[in-house]
């Protein structure tokens, strides 16, 4: 499961490296099957990833909207900020943590685990997302490999 996680995090590093040849009307640009466009659907990336940590750690969600971090820069810092934590997480998960019960989230209970799962899926699916919508802009999308990225020696 880490190493998924390293990979989703290699694969949106690549994406933040290649939004720096985007055009920020491109980067915000309202798309279809998507949370809004490719910035947002990063910081939704983002977001998200820390807020299932932040709730499995019990702690109080993320509240803020996309408004405030229209640029690419702001997107990446907050990512930045967020990520010390979750791979903090991510780095002391265990297969003791696996079936543990969250809290009823609504009328539903689910494992860490089929969280943590879920979050892997999720940022999987937006990145397919993006990668449809550089094409639409005639450009090529980062590489979904997870091959050649060093990701082998990662346990778990």
């Known amino acids: 499961m880490k190493t998924l996680f390293h990979y989703n ?3 949106r590093e690549d994406w933040y490296m290649w ?6 009307e491109e980067l915000l640009k309202e798309r279809t099957g998507g949370v ?4 947002h659907t990063l910081f939704h990336i983002a977001d998200v990833e820390w807020s ?7 702690k109080p969600d993320f509240q803020e909207s996309f408004e405030g971090y229209r640029s690419l820069e702001k997107v990446r810092r907050l990512d930045a900020g967020f990520k010390p934590e979750v791979q903090a997480f991510v780095n002391a998960w265990n297969d003791s943590m696996e079936h543990q019960l969250m809290e009823e989230i609504g009328d539903e209970r689910f494992t860490r685990g089929e969280i ?6 999720h940022e999987i699916h937006h990145i397919g997302q993006l990668s449809v919508w550089a094409r ?3 450009k090529e ?4 490999n997870f091959i ?5 020696a990662i346990i778990g």
């Open 52 to 58: 299932w940590i932040r709730a499995m750690q019990g």
């Open 116 to 121: 943590m799962r879920h979050m892997i899926a």
């Open 36 to 39: 809004g466009g490719i910035l």
């Open 148 to 152: 050649r990225r060093g990701l082998g």
């Open 19 to 24: 939004c720096e040849d985007v055009p920020l």
């Open 136 to 138: 639409e802009i005639g």
């Open 9 to 11: 995090w290699q694969v």
């Open 141 to 144: 999308p980062v590489t979904a």
